[in-house]
């Protein structure tokens, strides 16, 4: 891109990397962030809501094959992955995989075009792919987390979690301490790497989409290898996300 009247090419990449937002310093709401998220989250809801209304026992069409194909392949990793008997992890894993991979294939869409649309009507920033912004996966992460101790205590009992945070990996009475720091870190590392995990990779593959862009005529051929390498980023994010979150939650039903 040329100076002067157009704008460069850092500024483009800012201008596309700034989320449309109101408040100011802790208390800054990012618009879009929440807009695209709860958007895609009803399109889910009604969408598997419709299927299932309309599902029949006949010769299924094309959207309940690919709804029950999903379902079940949930179904599967809940079953090979969770150890414990709790009937809310299927659905839950379901409404994270399903919830992740559509706010994912937001990236899928020419970074320009929700841009471009919005820009008709006044707003000059918008951020389309929610798993790009921090905000929402340390979000999504911290829901886990409190489902992680809610059930690691009602399964354990207060008593049983904080043995389980000082007796391990050392026994002795004396080493305790150790143990209660070791287990904290890594207690307290699941949601930080649940949400630095996706977002570093959708906020990566953003970037590598917005560079693309400013190459200019010649992006098309480089765009298309980009994105048909997100076919499988996209889709393989969310099912980290999806089988972290089982693997975490059957470990706190362990009860020793």
């Known amino acids: 891109m040329s100076s002067g009247a157009e704008i ?5 990449i800012k201008h596309h990397l700034t989320n449309l937002s109101v408040g100011e310093g802790f208390m800054t709401v990012h618009i879009d ?14 969408l598997f809501r419709s299927v299932a209304k309309k599902a029949s026992t006949g010769v299924p069409g094309k959207l309940q094959c690919a709804v029950e194909m999903v379902v079940e392949f949930v179904d599967d990793s809940v079953k090979s992955t969770f150890h414990g008997k709790n009937p809310v992890i299927a659905p839950l894993a379901l409404t994270i995989f399903v919830w992740v991979l559509l706010m994912n294939a937001m990236d899928w869409v020419p970074v320009d075009l929700i ?7 006044g707003v000059h920033y918008m951020k389309a792919v929610p798993t790009t ?4 996966t340390f979000a999504l992460a911290l829901g886990v987390f409190v489902l ?8 354990k009992g207060i008593g049983g979690f904080i043995k389980e945070l000082t007796t391990q990996p050392f026994g002795h009475w004396s080493l305790y301490p150790v143990n209660f720091i070791l287990e904290m870190v890594t207690l307290l590392a699941r949601p930080l790497s649940l949400a630095l995990r996706l977002f570093g990779n959708m906020y990566a593959g953003e970037l590598i989409f917005l ?4 190459i200019g005529v010649f992006q098309l051929p480089v765009h298309f290898l980009w994105a048909a390498f997100h076919l499988l980023i996209i889709p393989l994010q969310a099912f980290i996300f999806m089988m972290l979150t089982i693997l ?6 362990e009860d020793h």
């Open 211 to 214: 560079l693309i862009a400013t």
């Open 8 to 12: 460069t090419s850092q500024e483009y």
């Open 33 to 46: 962030t929440l807009g695209w998220s709860v958007f895609l989250g009803l399109v889910f809801i009604m």
């Open 248 to 253: 975490y939650l059957s470990l706190a039903h």
């Open 148 to 155: 992680i101790l809610y059930y690691s205590i009602k399964v």
């Open 115 to 121: 841009p471009r649309i919005f820009e008709l009507f």
């Open 133 to 136: 912004d921090p905000n929402m």
